[in-house]
C-alpha cells in the first residue's frame, strides 16, 4: 500500500513540481460520475431518434444511428472532454483531477487518445481488474493506459495564494522577553516560513514538526531564538524578523 501520494518532478530548467497522485477512490467517483453523464445523454438521444424513426416507419434507422452514437460515446468521450479541457472530464472537474504528462506537462491529443483507447485492457477479465492491479503495484498509481501513454492522473489543489500569515497562537510576553533584540532572515528563509504559515492548518502537529525542524535547527543557532518546539523557533524568529511580535 502506497503511503507516500505524491510525486516530485524535476525539470531541466532545475524548477521543482510536486503533485499530489489521485488514488483509486476519487478516480472511481470521478469515472462514476462520466458514466452517468453517459447514460443520460444516450438515454435522452435513443428516445429522440425512438419518437423520430418511429413515426417515420424508420425505427432500424434509428436503432443503427443510436448503435454509432453509443460506440462514438463509449470509446471517445474521455478523449474529447480530454483533449478540450485540458486534461479533465466533467468528472475530473468535479473530483478536481487532471491528466497530465509523466513530467508534469499538459497532455497532448495523442495522449488522450492512447490512454482512453486502452481502457478496455485495463477492464479485464472483470471489473476493471487490470487496472487495480496496475495502481497497486505501480508508484504513481497508474493504470494500463496511463503507462503506455505516459501520463499520470493528479489532484489540483486549490489554495489560496498570498493567504494571510498568521501567529498562532501570538507571541507572548514571556517569549517576547526571551527573544533577542534583532533577528535578520534571508528572503529566501522569510519566503520558506511564509509558506509554512499559510499551510499550516492543514497539517497536523507532526508533519509541521517534521517541517519546521528542516529549518529549525540551523535558524536557532544563528539567531539565537529558542523555543519547545521547531515549528514556535521558526515562527518566533519570523515574527521577531518582521515586527509582528509586537503588541497590537
Known sequence: MLLDTTATIDTPERVRFVHRLAGPGPRAVAYLIDTVLRMVFLSFVGVILT??????????????????LLFLVEWFYGVLFETLLAGRTPGKMAMSLRAVRLDGSPGRFPD?????????????????????????????MRRLGDMVAGTVVVVEERTRVLGEVRIAPPVSEDERRTLPA????TRSE??????????????????????????????????GV???????????????????????
Open 112 to 140: 488522450f487518445l492512447l490512454r482512453n483507447l486502452l481502457r478496455f485492457a485495463d477492464f479485464l477479465p472483470v471489473g476493471f481488474g487490470v487496472g487495480a492491479l496496475c495502481m497497486v503495484v505501480d508508484s504513481r
Open 182 to 185: 534583532r533577528v535578520d532572515l
Open 226 to 248: 529558542e523555543a519547545p518546539t521547531w515549528e514556535r523557533v521558526i515562527t518566533l524568529a519570523y515574527a521577531r524578523a518582521t515586527g509582528k511580535d509586537r503588541l497590537p
Open 190 to 223: 522569510l519566503d520558506i516560513i511564509e509558506a509554512f504559515l499559510r499551510r499550516r492548518s492543514k497539517l497536523s502537529d507532526a508533519r509541521a514538526e517534521e517541517l519546521a525542524w528542516m529549518l529549525g535547527p540551523q535558524l536557532s543557532e544563528a539567531t
Open 51 to 68: 419518437l423520430t424513426f418511429t413515426l417515420t416507419g424508420l425505427e432500424g434507422v434509428g436503432t443503427g444511428l443510436w448503435l454509432l
